[in-house]
């Protein structure tokens, strides 16, 4: 379900993109959130779900720059955060041989009960974690 929170912030990437020139992705249901020397990744705010106001999931879309490991382009990662607890689980990866979760699927790990951590300071995790959580 959709939240007016999910759509407002969804509605604030969709304009920061545009006013960067970025192309979102192939079908604009990713929005990009951010990029290193390595990877871009976009956040696919209609699969926000929130239980109650502590626990929010969202799927992230990598796109590597370089070829990796494992013959991968894309990664797909479906992450949880607890926001009160200010930690974080990732409970399914899937690895793709083309950009934008394209192409034959590589690899795919599910990790339904998985403890939760706390991120490293200025980690990826801890990235998402403080903009889904508004922290």
């Known amino acids: 379900m959709l939240t007016l929170r ?8 969709f304009l ?3 006013a960067n020139g970025e192309r979102v992705a192939a079908n604009d249901d990713w929005v990009k959130f951010g990029s290193n020397s390595s990877q871009t990744s976009f956040l696919n705010f209609k699969t ?3 239980e109650g106001n502590d626990i929010v999931s969202v799927w992230e879309l990598n796109n590597l720059k370089k070829q990796g490991e ?3 382009f894309s990664e797909l ?3 949880t955060f607890n926001c009160v607890k200010r930690s974080y689980v990732f409970r399914q990866i899937m690895q793709y041989d083309e950009k934008f979760a394209q192409g034959n699927q590589l ?3 599910s990790f339904p009960n998985r403890e939760f951590k706390y991120p490293k300071p200025g980690s990826i995790a801890d990235a998402l974690m403080r903009f889904m ?3």
């Open 133 to 135: 959580c508004k922290l």
């Open 107 to 109: 690899s795919s790990a």
């Open 48 to 50: 926000e779900v929130w």
């Open 70 to 72: 494992f013959g991968q």
């Open 16 to 18: 920061i993109a545009i």
């Open 6 to 13: 999910g759509l407002k912030v969804g509605l604030l990437l």
């Open 77 to 79: 990662t479906y992450w």
